[in-house]
């Protein structure tokens, strides 16, 4: 179907979890900035959640751009796309 990931869920479906999950106190989430970062990249990208989490824990860690062949992820200022 349409819209739904690998897994028979829509991105609406995925964001609103993980943001439950963020906002859970019985959670202890080391880097929660990161994943907070990574948790709007995805609401609002085409990408997949783990990539942008890659992506803004490298940034943070001062990578000025994660080297990525996913040309999908190129539309992020957070990662720069490898021609083939």
Same mark, same amino acid.
């Given at each position: 179907?349409?819209?739904?990931?690998?897994?028979?869920?829509?991105? $609406?479906?995925?964001?609103?979890?993980?943001?439950?999950?963020?906002?859970?106190?019985?959670?202890?989430? %080391?880097?929660?900035?990161?994943?907070?970062?990574?948790? $709007?990249?995805?609401?609002?990208?085409?990408?997949?959640?783990?990539?942008?989490?890659?992506? @803004?824990?490298? @940034?943070?860690?001062?990578?000025?751009?994660?080297?990525?062949?996913?040309? %999908?992820?190129?539309?992020?200022?957070?990662? $720069? %796309?490898?021609?083939?």
């Amino acid at each position: 179907m349409k819209g739904l990931d690998t897994y028979g869920y829509t991105r $609406e479906e995925i964001t609103g979890a993980l943001d439950k999950i963020l906002r859970t106190a019985q959670f202890e989430i %080391v880097t929660k900035d990161i994943m907070w970062k990574a948790w $709007e990249s995805y609401r609002d990208g085409k990408g997949d959640f783990a990539d942008y989490y890659l992506g @803004h824990q490298c @940034h943070d860690a001062g990578a000025s751009s994660t080297l990525t062949f996913d040309k %999908v992820l190129g539309q992020s200022n957070l990662f $720069e %796309v490898l021609k083939a």
